[in-house]
């Protein structure tokens, strides 16, 4: 709310400032340069013509913030910086002119004075007004963003940082470790086979977490395969009572994914899911492609803690990470979607 408010007053102080200006400058040009005989009807003409381009302008100002203009591509800002300009720069000179038509008499007494021809010899200094005035707007708002945008990649670097310091210990649970060389170990005389399978499994699982500070977007093809590779481990100590199920979006393939963030959520549903289930339960993966936004759903069974939500640090550092590379474009939510399952469930748009 502070933030609204400092940025209303800051607008309204540029506004008037600016209209300020323009009457000062006006003013200073017409003493210097002209006789001072008729400097109080300039001063109505003025004030009338400044009062008009602070509402127009403003106008102007609203139709931007509805539509998000500072927002679209640059070539479509390109495009509407022209036929705004155009536009609001006609609405401008019809308003001000007929405003000074009605309420300035002395207008009358002007030698081949008329409305429309006032109208049609101020439109070019309105539309330059109008130009003037988006630019700088259009300029403020890309310098403002431009420091945003350096500001959240140096919060994503510090995340980055923690994250080289505790990727192996909040990504990859070390009793995972332990638990998974437990079962190789068990399968080297009984399938040796599975067992070297295993082993690559597990070296790729290792390799890619170390590897996840070096990347901030990687494609969803290549978590789903380091999760798979992570599921199968964990099937081979958990057996009978961990299924696994996977619904996956073909689309969705090549989208660009936080590193590791898909298999924190995963190994974050067999810790706090599975694990604690006697029957043990399913872990499903879902992904479907939206119109602006895809979808990554990981629904187990178990029963969700809100003190798991609060102390987690995988948990914590997905919501960190999509804020900083994607801002309130993206989302995360984990809750409790009936009786037995757990569902947690990241929105990244498809436009960064």
Known sequence: MNTWKNSLSGYWFCQILGWSMFVLIYIFFYVTLSDTDNLQLLLKILMIEALTGLFVTHLLRIFIKQYKVVDRPVNEQLIFILLSSIVFSILYAICGATIEHYLIVELEAQPGY???????????????LILIWVLLYFGFHYIRRTRQEQLDRIRLETVVKELELKTIKSHINPHFIFNALNSIRALIDEDPSRARTAITELSTILRSSMQAEKLELVPLENE?????????????????????????????????????????????????????????????????????????????????????????????????????????????????????????????????
């Open 114 to 128: 008329s409305l429309s021809i006032k109208i049609f010899k101020i439109l070019f200094s309105c539309f330059t």
């Open 224 to 352: 789903l395969k380091i999760v798979k590779d992570y599921l199968n481990l964990e099937y081979m100590r958990f057996e009978d009572r961990l299924k696994i199920a996977y619904d996956i979006d073909e689309r969705t393939l090549m989208v660009p994914t936080p590193p590791m963030m898909l298999q924190t959520l995963v190994e974050n549903a067999i810790k706090h899911g599975i694990s604690k289930q006697i029957g043990g339960g399913i872990v499903k993966v879902t992904t479907y492609y939206g119109e602006d936004y895809y979808t990554i759903s990981i629904v187990n069974s178990g029963e969700f803690k809100t003190d798991q939500n609060e102390d987690g640090f995988g948990l914590a550092s997905t919501r960190n990470r999509l804020y900083y590379l994607f801002g309130e474009k993206a989302s995360f939510q984990i809750y409790q979607l009936d009786d037995q399952l757990v569902e947690a469930k990241v929105y990244i748009p498809l436009n960064k």
